[in-house]
Every structure is written in structure tokens, then in C-alpha cells.
């Protein structure tokens, strides 16, 4: 058995080859054709977020008979104070106060809410919701190429960029596969060359001559050449944002930041994929502190920063944010909340009727809650993101991107993308 080469071993070995009379041969002309429509980045929750706090329906009397210690707060509530209790929306559904930084989306109508949204899978299991989730299926039946991979494959962009699909992290999720090449990274500048610019114009000459030839290979090759030029000069720990938000120093607000830095050097990105993981909260979650209000802090801090980082991009963006299903409506013993059914997304962009929380309320009383105790699914996930796909991303395909369902259009998006 051959040793791994490591990538970057590999790039210093090749550094070392005399490539002068290569120099001449060297072209790195990404072709970046602009998106169909919207740049679309989607954020997955892997771990089942708990819709009923993160957009809590105060409103609702049962819900705090379901929640006596995580509930939160209603915005009158006189026994809170005022950066304990949930933020109003529409005398119904409030925000979590971990949120409050995407109030300024809301409130410029940019951001939607969708909640009692998911899957019809009441497996409850995390493997198989994501699974089937993120193929955009009823059951394992269906095609095994993600929702994301049969949407880009089904659009003819006219592009080549390497970069037309990126997943943030160790690989790409199930909902890029397909026949469509991802660009998977942790940081951009893991991509980078560390060098003087004698040895990297060499280095760039002696890997450009290797992919000369036809063939689909050499064109894999070269198009991997274009994409590390590309990131070369995008440098994170340099970036200025068009925004005083600071992008969290985590790795998913590190992440957003550097989807933003691609957006703006036009290479060619139309899908990212980005994952917030943690939010099995089965103990101690906590209300209004604890690990899910960090992880909502997280998410919103991260959701602002882009949104204001990007605002002059925003009429031609996308965010979608969702995860594999919710929590169960009553708390358990150990102070956290169980694998439940229906859950919430949030759809954020130029393009988004914001302002409204969208879906049918089930309710959460006696006789309202689905299996084990809870929420209902009244929006299939695959109604918004199908009506997402036609309008803003210009992709007509619905039955290719999720064959043998009939979605039903939320009237989420206005079109034009």
C-alpha cells in the first residue's frame, strides 16, 4: 500500500521542478459566468434545533404548560427582564433574545420565518432525517444525489468555475452530490501556497504543463488549478467587511465570512453549504442561557454580520437556514427536549417577503400533537425550497430537484432571482 501524499507535500515536491520553459504554457482562465439567478447558501443545524424556542409561539397558553422551565418569556412578561423575554413579531410568534441581531433583517422584510416546517419521515432518528432531508426524498427509494447536486446539474449556467459549488468543512454534504464537482474547505488558506513568487510561478508552470492534454482529466486539473489562483489571493485574516459586525471567531462565522469573500470576487459561486452542529439538546439546554441560546447567538451573530457584510449583493442572494426536524413539545427531566416532529426555517434575502412568520399553526393542545407528543408538519420543507429553486434561482426543474412530489408554493419569494 502507496503512502498518502499530503497536499502540501505534494505542491513543494512539484515546486522544486525546473519549470522555465513551462512558463510560457501557464493560462489560468477560470470561466465565470454569473448565476442563473440568486447565490444560494444553505445552513443546515445538524443535531434537530428546537423550533418552538427559537421562534417561540408566546401566544400560545399550552406551550408554557408544555415548558415551565425552558419556555420563553413572553415580551410582557414583568417577571423577565427585558433582554429575557422573546422579541415580538406579530402579536403571536416572538424571536429568542439570542436573535435580536437579525431584527434588522426582519424589520427591512428581508428575512421570513416558516414554522411547524419539515419532512413527513417521523422516524425521529438524525441519520436518516438528514439523510433524506438532504437527498430531498420521502423515503430511501428515491435517487441518492442530493437536492443541491440535482439542482445544479439540471441548470445550465454556462459555467466552469471550479467554485461553482462549496461546501464548507472536512467534505461536502449529502445534498451537493451528484455529477456536479464541490469545492470542499475548511479555510482558504489552507489552499494557499507558501512560497516566494519565484518558486510559486513554477510551481503554478509545472502543475499547468501536467494538465495540458485532453481529456476530462487534464480539464479536472486544470479547473483545480484555477481554484487554487483564485483563493491564492483571498487572504481571511486581511478581509475587511462593509459592516462594524463582527463576524463570529468561530468556525461557522469564519466560514460565512469567507462564503461573503467569494461572493464578492464573482468566481463563479452559485451554492454553499455550511453546517452549525450541537443542537441535540436533550440536557440542560437551557431558556434564555445555556448551550441553545449560545448556539442561537452564534447563528444570529454569524446570519448579521453576512447580512450586513453583503447588502449590496442581497438582491441577488439567498439564505436558507433548516435542520432535520424539531423537538419534542414537552420538556423532559432533565431539564432539555426529546426528538420531536416539526420544526422551523428561516429564509433570509432581496428576494424574501419578510416580515412574516409563514406556515398553518397546529397548535400545541391536547389533541394537536402528532406521535409521541409533537408539533405537526403543516409545510413540507420542500414546498419553500422548491418555490426558492423556481423564482429565485431561475431553475424551472422542480420535479428533477425533488421527483415524485407535487410542492405547493408558500408564496415565500417574489421572482425574478
Keep these: ?99 435580536a441581531p437579525l431584527l434588522l433583517a426582519w424589520q427591512d422584510q428581508r428575512l421570513a420565518i416558516v414554522q411547524a416546517c419539515g419532512a413527513p419521515d417521523e422516524s425521529r432518528s438524525h441519520f436518516k432525517a438528514q439523510e433524506l432531508m438532504e437527498r430531498g426524498v420521502s423515503d430511501e427509494s428515491g435517487p441518492a444525489s442530493g437536492w443541491l447536486g440535482r439542482h445544479l446539474a439540471s441548470l445550465d449556467t454556462g459555467s466552469a468555475s471550479p467554485l461553482r459549488a462549496l461546501a464548507l468543512g472536512e467534505r461536502p454534504p449529502r445534498s451537493l452530490s451528484g455529477g456536479i464537482p464541490v469545492a470542499a474547505l475548511h479555510s482558504i488558506t489552507d489552499f494557499h501556497y507558501l512560497g516566494d513568487s519565484q518558486s510559486l510561478a ?127 413539545a414537552r420538556e423532559n427531566g432533565s431539564l432539555g427536549t426529546d426528538h420531536g416532529h416539526g ?16 406556515g398553518d399553526w397546529p397548535g400545541l393542545g391536547q389533541g394537536q400533537l402528532v406521535g409521541p407528543g409533537d408539533l405537526a408538519v403543516t409545510t413540507d420543507y420542500r414546498d419553500v425550497l422548491a418555490e426558492l429553486c423556481a423564482k429565485r434561482l431561475n431553475n424551472p426543474a422542480v420535479s428533477e430537484i425533488f421527483p415524485a412530489y407535487q410542492p405547493t408554493f408558500p408564496g415565500i419569494f417574489v421572482s425574478g432571482g
Design 1 to 99: 500500500m502507496s503512502t498518502p501524499l499530503s497536499r502540501r507535500s505534494f505542491l513543494q515536491t512539484l515546486a522544486a521542478l525546473p519549470a522555465s520553459r513551462l512558463a510560457s504554457r501557464l493560462s489560468f482562465t477560470t470561466s465565470r459566468a454569473s448565476p442563473a439567478g440568486d447565490t444560494l447558501v444553505v445552513v443546515f443545524l445538524r443535531g434537530a434545533a428546537d423550533g418552538l424556542n427559537l421562534a417561540p409561539p408566546y401566544g400560545e397558553p399550552d406551550y408554557y404548560n408544555l415548558r415551565p422551565t425552558l419556555g420563553i418569556p413572553s415580551p410582557g412578561d414583568p417577571q423577565a427582564s427585558p433582554a429575557e423575554r422573546a422579541i415580538d413579531l406579530d402579536g403571536f410568534f416572538g424571536l429568542h433574545p439570542a436573535l
Design 202 to 328: 513554477q510551481l503554478r508552470a509545472a502543475l499547468a504543463a501536467l494538465y495540458t492534454g485532453p481529456g476530462a482529466l487534464c480539464q479536472l486539473g486544470r479547473d483545480t488549478l484555477d481554484l487554487l489562483h483564485t483563493l491564492q489571493g483571498l487572504d481571511p485574516a486581511s478581509y475587511q467587511p462593509e459592516t462594524s459586525l463582527v463576524y463570529p471567531d468561530t468556525r461557522f462565522g469564519q466560514g460565512l465570512k469567507q462564503i461573503a469573500m467569494l461572493i464578492k470576487t464573482e468566481a463563479g459561486l452559485e451554492t454553499a453549504a455550511i453546517d452549525l452542529d450541537g443542537w441535540d439538546t436533550h440536557f440542560a439546554q437551557g431558556s434564555v442561557s445555556g448551550v441553545f441560546a449560545r448556539l442561537a447567538g452564534e447563528l444570529a451573530a454569524g446570519l448579521a454580520a453576512f447580512y450586513a457584510d453583503l447588502h449590496r449583493q442581497m438582491s441577488r442572494l439567498s439564505i436558507v437556514v433548516m435542520s432535520e426536524f424539531g423537538r419534542r
Design 343 to 358: 420544526g422551523v426555517m428561516l429564509v433570509m434575502g432581496g428576494g424574501v417577503l419578510g416580515g412574516k412568520v409563514y
